[in-house]
Nanobody, 124 residues
Framework: QVQLVESGGGLVQVGGSLRLSCAAS????????MGWFRQAPGKERDFVAG????????HYAESVQGRFTICTDNAKNTMYLQMNSLKPEDTAVYYC?????????????????WGQGTQVTVSS
């Protein structure tokens, strides 16, 4: 079983930055793909960014391209999402996710494991 625990959410002003962390345990993650999704009230869970744990390419939603950066620290089994130039529309619950295999997919139903979520609120 895979356990994912997010941290680092909070309240930030427009233009500010936050770094989310996702601590992973329970498996060897070299053959997993990791990602971040977000869900605003009344909306579907949307893909934000993804990365292959083994160090493959990254993939970003168009809405965050150039502002967010996803990376992993293999020694710590931890994934990060650095979020810069935050906008009010970035406000959502952010979820860490993992899926078996090496392909980043953007549809939430194709991911196997989820964290509990962390709230990010961007105030204007």
């Amino acid at each position: 079983q895979v356990q994912l625990v997010e941290s680092g959410g909070g309240l930030v002003q427009v233009g500010g930055s936050l770094r989310l962390s996702c601590a992973a345990s329970g498996r060897t993650f070299s053959r997993y793909t990791m990602g971040w999704f977000r869900q605003a009230p009344g909306k579907e869970r949307d893909f934000v960014a993804g990365i292959s744990w083994s160090g493959g390419g990254t993939h970003y939603a168009e809405s965050v391209q150039g502002r967010f950066t996803i990376c992993t620290d293999n020694a710590k089994n931890t994934m990060y999402l650095q979020m810069n130039s935050l906008k009010p529309e970035d406000t959502a619950v952010y979820y860490c996710a993992a899926r078996q295999g090496m392909v980043v997919t953007t549809f939430y139903a194709t991911w196997d494991y989820w964290g509990q979520g962390t709230q990010v609120t961007v105030s204007s």
